[in-house]
């Protein structure tokens, strides 16, 4: 998505496909996903906007995104921060029809367009798939979404055979945790603390 995480943080997220709430997700080669589109919002063809990204100028207006899988460009016409999300005006969707007409679609932005990140900071999709594995060299199990929870990102990973009693494992992205990122090898080492596996509780 537009995300990237350094929580080690959030920006922008691609790859073919990524899960969101147990759903993959079609990304189309060479975009990033900006946000998604969950609803309208009064009567005058607002929408509302998840954000996922850590940019929140790509809402500004006169940005210009894509639309679905097609690609279709938007220009915002305006947006204003809502509860949490981003209320927006888009080009071409004028009522709540057509505000309806577009609810779950994901917003995209080429790659090229993409933000340079920080050391220590990630795009989301690079972590999408990594290995994890603590310091001592045991499997956890792989990354298969970032959480946005306020003051540090969650990573959620798929366990391993035999580990955490086959539930999933939220991992807080924060330096305690999470000590080397290794994007090339495939791999993520961590630190666990006390209470992060059911099985240690």
Partial sequence: MSQATNRPNRPDKSASAFTHRNRPVHIPDGYLIIGQIIGPHANRGEVKIDSHTDFPERFDPGALLL????????????????????????????????????????????????????????????????????????????????????????YLIAPAQGVNRGKEILLPAIAQVIRTVDVAAGLITVELLPGLLEEDE
């Fill in 67 to 154: 639309l679905g899988t097609k690609l279709t460009p938007k220009e915002i016409l305006s947006s204003r921060p809502h509860k949490g999300h981003v209320l927006a005006m888009l080009e071409g969707i004028n009522d709540r029809q057509a505000a309806e007409g577009v609810r779950g679609m994901w917003l995209f932005l080429p790659e090229a367009d993409a933000a340079e990140l920080d050391e220590d900071t990630f795009w989301i999709h690079d972590l999408l798939g990594l290995t994890v594995q603590t310091s001592e060299g045991r499997l956890l199990g792989k990354v298969t979404d970032v959480l946005a929870t306020g003051a540090n990102d969650v």
